[in-house]
């Protein structure tokens, strides 16, 4: 036998002894009792600590529910939850205090029920449940926008790297339901995330390196799937995939946390749908012009007002419904926080879209003064929306908004385009881009101010009543199929 066989025997036994040596602990040995009263982060700490101690191993949820207090996830543990284990967030708002200290963050680094910084190798699976009792009236502060005291996510992992997270369901957070900050090597697999019952319900927020969402169903309060950029390191290098998000404010947004920007990401084969609930926003009451009783603000927001980079961004064979606006492109500046320039949004690229509108505020595609979206193409779009539009919409003067948080409704209920409003662009390209109104609209499909350079292929939808397709103001290098248009 050779050396070099003899090594090779020796890694494998030692790698088995290894994987035998990996302890699970089943929390009800430990006395843990799952009779909802108990409090068990005691025992459930112990033998996370200890799993980890001895290099890894897993902690076991058998079936049960399970009263908890925030517990710290360790390197190299596996929080396992079988199938009909219940985790119960304690309702106390002081137990979450000394959750994780970010005393001097800003509101979005709150505590957590379960959390960690800096650690390798954690995982969060299994078929169980854990809920964060976020609908207690401790944790009722409105949205933090308005203040109050920081309300606790379900997930909140910071600074870890070799994260994996599948098949659990997650519900009734108190805040965000779960946030990933600056980790590394992601995987989110199979969740299952409903809640709505506070405000800012986000479902799954992102700002890592390196991840991979996949196979999720989201239906939230708020927005369902949303990339965040806090620091100066960009979020970047993620696919996301076979994923249904529902949601009452957007359902696939990039922002509004735009500090150092968003590069090599691409979104594909998902379906956007109303939200099961609809306890805060009642957009239908709130806005005009607005045709179906719950909507989703926007099915895919990219968004860029606070100095950042996006740059790279695909979204492919997405399916919507019951959306206000199919697409929402911005870039603002707002904020200046880690550049002295301003941000900088370029490289879209969105394709293979079915949606059906139920609003009049179009699609857009702005930047403001001296700052322009650049190199955006939208291919093979089938969009259908409500029609109605008035010559007195074509008119508007539609505000710049510099500042402004990013929204679809920024601009007013309506825009002067029945189909895409483009502002402050360069290059951006149209290519089988169809529209179909319920009725007449008499607004252009496309209105394009102060574009430099845009083509359209194969377009097509009911001519608006002035028979103008593309209606252009201070715009230049303008190409329809083939052919240069007049400014």
Known sequence: MNNKFKTLLLAVALLFSASLQAETIDITKRGA??????DN??????AVDECS????GTVLVPSGVYLIRPVELKSNVNLHLDFGALLLASTRLSDYDNAFPFKDGSMNQSSALLYARGQKNISLTGFGTIDGQGGSKTFQFGNDADGGPKRPKIIYLVECKGIVVADLTLRNSAYWVQHYEKCEDVTIRGLKVFSHCNYNNDGL????????????????EDDAICFKSDHPELCENITVTNCVTASNCNAIKFGTASHGGYRNIAVSNCVVRRAA?????????????????????????IEMVDGGIIDGITVSNISMRDVQTPIFIRLGDRHRTFRKEGGVLKNINISNVV??????????????????????????????????????MVAKQVPEMTKSYPENRMFGNTLPAAGFYVRHARNVRFNNVRFEAAVSDERPLFFLDDVMGAEFNLCKGAAPADARFIRTVRSSDIVSDGKCLNK
């Open 33 to 38: 009792k799952g009779d909802g009263v108990t």
């Open 41 to 46: 982060t005691v025992v459930i700490q112990k």
């Open 53 to 56: 101690r001895k290099g890894g």
């Open 205 to 220: 927020d992102i700002d890592a390196k390196n991840a991979v969402i996949s196979d999720c169903y989201i239906d939230v």
């Open 277 to 301: 609930e609809d306890n805060i926003r009642h957009w239908s009451k709130q806005l005009e012009h607005i045709s179906a009783d719950v909507t989703v603000i926007s099915g895919v927001a």
């Open 355 to 392: 949606a059906t509108a139920e609003s009049l505020i179009a699609c857009s595609i702005t930047g403001v003064e001296g700052s322009y979206v650049e190199n955006v193409s939208i291919n093979n779009v089938q969009i259908s929306y409500p029609g109605g539009g008035t010559p007195e």
